[in-house]
Structures are given as C-alpha cells and as structure tokens.
C-alpha cells in the first residue's frame, strides 16, 4: 500500500494513527527500538516520517533532534550523549539495548564544541557519553555536582580530562581500548602513502590540466621505526612486513613472541630508533610517564629525507620540539594529532612544505565505530551496575 506522507502540518501524534497506531492521550505513543524500550527520534534528514526503516522496526516521529529511550522511567539514572558524529549514531542506536531497565538515555545527534550548549544539555545526566569534546576545567566544574560517570570514545582519555580532578570529586572516568588498531594502523598507511607517492597532490594537479606529475619514493626494502608496540603498534608492523619493508620497534615493554612473529626488531635506545629508521611513527598512549618522551633531541637525529607520523597524541612529543625540526626543511610529517584542537588559523604547521595534515580522524572507520559504541555503552551499564569495565579513574 502506498504511504501518504503526511502533511508538514500534521501534529507528530497523528503519524501514529496513519500508521495504525493510535495516540495516547494526545500523545504520541510509545516507539520500540529494538529491546530498549520507547524513544522519541527525529526524522533522519531524507528519512520520511513514519516510514519503518528496514531492520530497525521502529518508525520515526517528528519531535526534536533528540532519541530518548524509557523517558517515561524517571525511577532510572539518565545518561546523556550530547553530541555526536553522524556516522556513529546508527551503531550508538544498535547498542542502546544493553542498557535496557538499566538507564534512560537522552541521545542529541548533531554536533556542536560550544560548552554551554552541551553543558545544558547534560542537565541532570548521571552518566555522560563523551565523543569529540573535550571535557574542560571549565564544564568539569558545571557538571561536577551531578555527573557520577564520563564514558569516552576513545583511549588517550588524559589529554581530554583531568583525571587528578575527577578522582577528587569521586567521578568515574572510562575509556575504550583496541577499538580502532587497524583503523588508526591503515591511516598512518595513508599519511606516509601521501608523504611517498603525493596521491592527493596529483589528483588536484590532474583536475587543474596538468600532466606533469611528480617523483614518488619507494617504501620496499626501507626500514620503519615503531615507537610503541602495542595494538596499534602491532597492526602498523604487520603493515610494513607487508610492503618488506624492515621494521625496529621501541616500547618500555616489546612482547618478544609479537615482535618475533611480526619480524620485529626491538630498539632498546629510543634515539637509535629515530637514527636508524627511514620513517618514524608514534604509537604510545598518552600518560604522565609519556608525555614530552620524545624531545628535540631524538628528531635531529631524524635523517634528512626521513619522515614523522604522528596519530597517537601530539602531547607524547615535546612541544615546540617537531616545529623546530620540521622548519629546517629536510624531513617530512604526517600529522592527525595536534597540540591545540581544531588547529589555530595562523599554526604555523598549515604553511610548511613536506607537512600533510589530518583532523584527527585516524580512528574514523565503520569498522572502529562498532567497537567504540558498544565499549562506551557497555562501560556505562557496568558502572550502574558495580562494574569496572574500562574504568581508568
């Protein structure tokens, strides 16, 4: 039977009587998703409102930009996620069912860095959902009062919160692990790819009428140094075997069997690492014990030619330190992770010649999205419930 869409008029609770499903009390009534009890949703943009869409079994309302699951269960602690990417929301979606009689959840799904806007919508949230902000001093102290739990979708949670603060207040802080290995290992891939064959350079120079090209440098038989060799490190040694290219790796603790079977050579001098290798790239989470670990010293002895990639955290490099290598001109850097986020206008980084940049989006896949949304949702269930599930404060 063919849908009649209703008219834009047309009050959102009596799209669920077209649809069979009669209002309730001149509401709107009740919408499944999944097991996780009633939401109200907005319509997704090019999402008819009241179309099921397929494999949800739900049907959409027109109410704000908002999914709420259980509002009705003000006996329940409220967890709020709010904001989000758009591509996270449909996995956030299949997750919500874990926390089914366990907590409401307020989901906004659009995105926005403004603090007072997400501190007012975190109003009454016992738990909050962090994804792409950072939680300042500043919203740290507003929400302080009420918020007992911060999930991050992340794992270098230090440089997004202060840790010292929210063990003071008795706040919980949670994070992710393992969830993007291969997602941030390929993208470091790309930024090197870049650096070596300039893919993206020549496209633009191919649209703009130019056949000229450009010389690119061969990856087989160069050597790659790991600084870090856990997850991230591992995929990213598996990678290099793959294009033969040899592979050194530094870690305060190399798990001899991994690096044995990934044909690792492990560096016990960071600084012969970096003298050593053709091209550098940084894998250590960021803690106390790592940050500033690599300094000034360990890049000059970067040889010319040779390239920096960073998508672990800018922190582990001594600030100001890559600035002053980059600016005599003889290496290169791929770069996602940046000292200040987004980058200033005026950064100095946007100018340098042999520099490519990303906007932190090296665990950005659909892939990682999965295993990021179910470790947030999961790490939030099992503290209502007592757990410790990634809990790192």
Known sequence: MALRIPSPRTPACRIGARLGRPPVDGREPPIPIGASGPVREVVPPRTVPGVRRPGHGMFYCV??????????????????????????????????????????????????????????????????????FHVTDSILERLGDHVRCFAFGGTGVASYIDLARTRALGIR??????????????????????LSRHVGDLDRSVHMGAWTGTDGLALHGRTMGLVGFGGIGQAMARIARGLGMRTLVWNSHVDAEAARSLKATPVEDLGDLFERSDIVSLHLPYTASTRGIVTGRHLSRLRPGGMLINTARAEIVE????????????IMAGLDVFDQEPLAPDDPLLSMPG???????????????????????????????????????
């Open 319 to 330: 600030r100001g330190a890559l600035q002053a290598r980059l600016q005599a001109g003889d």
């Open 173 to 194: 802080v949670c994070n992710v692990v393992h969830y993007g290995d291969n997602a941030v290992a390929e993208h470091a891939l790309a930024l090197i790819m870049e």
């Open 355 to 393: 520099v490519v940049l990303t906007p932190h989006v090296a665990w950005r896949t659909d892939e990682a999205y999965v295993s990021l949304t179910r470790q947030v949702v999961r790490a939030i269930a099992s503290f209502f419930d007592g757990g410790t599930f990634n809990a790192v404060a």
């Open 63 to 132: 109410t704000m930009n908002v999914i709420e699951t259980q509002p009705e269960r003000v006996d329940l602690p409220l967890v709020v996620l709010p904001v989000s990417i758009a591509s996270m929301i449909e996995p956030f979606r299949g997750n919500l069912s874990l926390l089914h009689d366990v907590a409401r959840v307020r989901m906004h799904q659009d995105f926005t860095l403004d603090e007072d806007t997400i501190v007012s919508r975190c109003a009454g949230a016992d738990a909050v959902m962090v994804i792409g």
